[in-house]
């Protein structure tokens, strides 16, 4: 099963990456570091999938709420817990909420829709979106790789074999199940409008 499990991974790891960085990727980003650490793909190829991702993920949610307002999708989201305080922060201060909105987890996607449907130029938007997914890629795939040499000098020989994979799998659930129950905390907080 390891066998299968690793022969995924090297597979479409790098494609992973990419599709759950195009969300609230953060623990995918330091899954990927974690495994360029041992080596089942490069550095580079985890910071690059992880910076697309997020790059084309937050062009396409801001182009959602810009071209399709009207959206049923759309209108959902904006019904969504914190819609209301991200649209309120875009207003208020536009390039500090682009450079910054990736990393208050949970608030991604609204706020993406919630830029597009401020009056941010879109190439401004893009050029923010891009410089703030460079930074975030970078911090996120870092995080991971020391993560991975961390883990090597704790568990020593067990990550030697297919069982470093196993505990990747498992870190990456911890940091989604965690960061999951911090967003619906924060998310409890926000009062209704």
Not at 27 to 44: D, E, M, R, Y
Not at 165 to 183: K, Q, S
Request: positive net charge; proline residues 3%; aromatic residues 14%.
């Amino acid at each position: 099963m390891s066998d299968t499990i690793h022969y995924l991974v090297e597979r479409y790891g790098l494609l992973a990456v990419f599709v759950g960085c195009m969300a609230e990727g953060e623990s995918v980003a330091i899954l990927g570091g974690f495994f360029a650490h041992q080596q089942v793909f490069a550095p580079w190829q985890a910071f690059t999938a992880a910076f697309l991702g997020a790059f084309f993920g937050d062009n396409l949610f801001f182009l959602l709420g810009r071209r399709f307002s009207g959206n049923k999708w759309v209108r959902l989201m904006r019904r969504r817990p914190g819609f209301s305080h991200a649209y309120r922060m875009v207003q208020a201060h536009p390039n500090l909420f682009v450079l910054g909105n990736r990393y208050i987890y949970g608030m991604r996607l609204v706020g993406g829709i919630a830029a597009g449907l401020s009056n941010i130029p879109v190439l401004l938007f893009i050029a923010l979106n891009a410089l703030s997914a460079l930074v975030w890629a970078g911090i996120f795939v870092s995080l991971g790789y020391v993560f991975g040499l961390g883990a090597e000098h704790l568990l020593g020989e067990a990550m030697k074999t297919h069982h470093r994979l196993f505990i990747g799998l498992g870190i990456g659930v911890v940091v989604a199940v965690a960061a999951w129950l911090l967003a619906r905390h924060v998310a409890r907080k926000e009062p209704p409008e």
